[in-house]
């Protein structure tokens, strides 16, 4: 019963290094959402897939890029970090998007740390 | 922009006190949710409510949508502190994918 799965939980980096957070579900859902939550800001949307194959941006998504490798899996990348980008990562999914009773179900979070 | 906005932002009461928690926007939601985080955890959904006017109860929570459907209010009675957390408001547009989530507000509740 994993749910959503992020890894890394944590992770420091140095200015100007990359890195991939990935997730994935078990839960058969079709949607998968990528948010960063920042004291005082609630989440924010970077990226969201509705379905396997697609991809759109959200609120925040400079600096960043999406993968969506199948329909478990969804990996957000940061080409080049910044100290901007130091947050809480949070990956979603749902079943189905646009409806009003879709729920999301959240991974535990994956802090990151630029310096 | 959609914009969600909560209020208070902090709120500290003690046990068995009443406390509500208010979430408004200047945009029409099809949909708005309510989640609840603990520190180290993802949100996790309480409620959604659909139909503008609707009120739904949870044990000691209660919840309802603004008759426009733009805001929504959280109303819990006799306070627990285990009900301490960091509460969330979430709009979903109709037509789109994207859920906006609130500013949020974070309840302690002293024991």
């Known amino acids: 019963n994993a749910g959503v799965t992020q890894t890394p939980k944590f992770q420091v980096l140095k200015t100007g290094q990359s890195m991939t957070l990935q997730c994935a579900q078990d839960?058969?859902?079709?949607?998968m959402y990528w948010y960063r939550q920042d004291p005082g800001m609630g989440l924010r949307l970077i990226y969201y897939s509705a379905s396997e194959g697609t991809t759109d941006k959200g609120e925040v998504p400079n600096g960043y890029n999406v993968s969506r490798l199948n329909k478990r899996e969804f990996s957000l990348r940061l080409e080049s970090a910044a100290p901007s980008q130091t947050s809480v990562y949070f990956c979603?999914?749902?079943?189905?998007?646009?409806?009003?009773?879709?729920?999301?179900?959240f991974g535990a979070g994956s802090r990151l740390t630029v310096l | 922009t959609q914009l969600l906005e909560q209020s208070p932002q902090f709120l500290s009461i003690q046990e068995g006190e009443n406390l509500t928690v208010y979430c408004n926007s200047s945009s029409v939601f099809s949909s708005l949710q309510w989640y609840r985080q603990e520190p180290g955890e993802g949100p996790v959904l309480l409620v959604t409510v659909v139909t503008g006017g609707e009120v739904k109860k949870l044990k000691r929570l209660t919840f309802q949508f603004g008759d426009a459907r733009k805001d929504s209010s959280l109303h819990i009675t006799a306070a627990q502190p285990g009900d301490t957390g960091l509460y969330l408001c979430a709009g979903a547009d109709s037509g789109t994918y994207k859920y906006i989530f609130g500013t949020g507000t974070r309840l302690k509740v002293l024991a």
């Open positions: 839960m058969n859902h079709n949607s």
């Open positions: 979603a999914s749902s079943e189905m998007a646009g409806s009003g009773a879709n729920v999301l179900t």
